[in-house]
């Protein structure tokens, strides 16, 4: 299996990462990358422990060797729980912090290998486009591979459509075909972790309007591919070596990058789709894919509220406020909402049905009714935690050098602490409530998981389209056929 050696190796491909107008020599080594580079490597090594083989591999069809269970296209209840274990553990070692790990987009490929047929569809070349799918599908589960994607348009003129901007190809689109392969041009986002991807899987999620075929494409690119430009935003972790300070910037900072796409050419093996409307808004919607990738979605999501309930805890044990019923209360109200993504995964998982391709989809009015409520759950567990930390969060040492001088140290160790804990632990632990909560990187992560699938009110109107209406209006009916006239 892929280890985290061999992971940073293959990010040594000459790739072009654009930060602060300068090209990246090695984001293995570069102090805005090499911490979340690090964090990656060790997620590899943790999956390829042989220790760890059953909870995190299953056999590859193809020669018997242990793959990843993401890869895994589930056939039953008993693989989607297998599934959740493996991506829970994961979560785990990031504390829910990085969203767009591999086993993300694998899941969407789980769910594209499951439905060929789809892709068999096309006008034309449905039988190579469903190929070229299963193909690739294998190789990246037996390579390991990390898949990040870019399938939002960049926001230029939202009252457009892609083939009116202001100028042709802005967004990502087909500009050539030639018998080697598709020619891209234009831009595309939001490229979180295709810093340190293998390949980025180039789309669009968003339904197009007739006229926007050529920017209808389904495709894979190698991240070191000519042409290929990615333009990292600023890095949180930068500037917090030791990650003393922002334990978590330091470490769990995926960034997220603007692709550029200059003439970059797609060889036809690794074409699933070409301007085709149907095909490429079906791969999400009318395939395991959408519902595996927004599982595997809220997995981490439930991870992360679980992290945020105990920092709530541990703070109340070390200011002495666990004892105070109201302290109590107001714990319970925060685990009582910490717990509710967890049991709609699982109650999701309990009640799968197979899809029309005979592949297990979680039920689908449960997952979208936890896409509905995170972003709510979110802003309601971070206020809980601003509640509960004060101004103490604020009141800190201004970094770990403070304690170098012997007088500041001697303040600090008096001044700020807490009854049961000395300054060094209650330092520790509120410099990490912060980087949750109120630094740079806590606000991009309330950013991500208010809009982490989009426009709320898309998420709304699955909601609404997969809900029991019909159960719901018997109900009222049944009632009012009770009613004595």
């Known amino acids: 299996m892929r280890t985290g050696s061999d992971f940073k190796e293959a990010l040594r491909d000459g790739r072009t990462v654009m930060l602060d107008g300068e090209k990246v020599d090695d984001v293995t080594k570069h102090p805005a990358f090499s911490g979340v580079v690090d964090t990656m490597a060790h997620l590899y090594d943790v999956a390829a422990d042989p220790a760890a083989r059953d909870l995190y591999t299953y056999p590859s069809p193809a020669d018997g060797a242990p793959v990843h269970a993401w890869w895994l296209t589930p056939r039953d209840g008993d693989d989607l729980a297998f599934r959740r274990r493996a991506i829970a553990a994961w979560a785990a070692e990031t504390c829910g912090f990085m969203g767009r790990t591999p086993d ?43 898949l990040s994607y870019t399938i939002i348009h960049p926001t230029i003129d939202r009252s457009k459509p892609p083939h009116q901007q202001y100028a042709p190809n802005v967004y990502v689109s087909v500009v050539d075909e030639r018998d080697d392969g598709i020619v891209l041009r234009g831009a595309q986002m939001l490229g979180t972790g295709s810093v340190m991807s293998d390949y980025v899987f180039v789309s669009c999620i968003v339904p197009l309007p007739e006229g926007a075929e050529d920017y209808a494409i389904s495709c894979v ?57 149907a095909i490429v808004g079906g791969q999400f919607q009318r395939t395991a894919a959408h519902s595996l990738g927004n599982t595997q979605a809220q997995i981490r999501f439930a991870t992360k509220l679980r992290f945020m309930a105990g920092l709530a805890r541990r703070m109340a044990e070390g200011s002495g406020s666990i004892g105070d019923p109201k302290t109590k209360l107001r714990l319970g109200t925060l685990a009582g909402k910490a717990q509710l993504p967890e049991g709609m995964v699982r109650a999701a998982e309990a009640a799968w049905s197979l899809d029309g391709y005979g592949v297990a989809i979680p039920d689908h009015a449960t997952l979208y009714a936890a896409m509905t409520l995170q972003p709510t759950l979110m802003n309601e567990v971070l206020t809980a935690l601003r509640e509960m930390s004060g101004g103490g969060v604020i009141q800190l040492p201004s970094s770990a050098a403070s304690y170098s001088d012997p007088t500041t140290a001697e303040d600090i160790d008096r001044f700020i602490r807490w009854p049961e804990v000395d300054s060094a632990g209650r330092v520790e632990l509120l410099k990490l409530v912060w980087d949750a909560i109120g630094s740079e990187f806590a606000g991009r992560h309330h950013q991500y998981e208010m809009f982490y699938a989009g426009d709320p009110a898309v998420v709304q109107m699955r909601a609404f389209g997969t809900y029991g209406w019909d159960a719901a209006g018997d109900l009222v009916d049944r009632c009012l056929a009770g009613v004595d006239a």
């Open 221 to 277: 690119v190698p991240n070191a591919a000519p042409g290929l430009r990615i333009y990292s935003r600023r890095s949180y972790a930068q500037g917090n070596p030791g990650g003393h300070d922002y334990p978590l910037s330091s470490r769990f900072d995926e960034t997220d990058s603007l692709m550029v796409f200059d003439d970059v050419l797609v060889p036809w093996e690794h074409v699933f789709a070409l301007k085709d409307r």
């Open 104 to 146: 993300h987009v694998a899941s969407f490929f789980a769910g594209f290998s499951g439905s060929l047929d789809l892709f068999r569809q096309a006008a034309s070349d449905g039988d190579r486009f469903a190929d070229n799918v299963q193909r690739f599908y294998e190789k990246a589960r037996d390579e390991s591979l990390y």
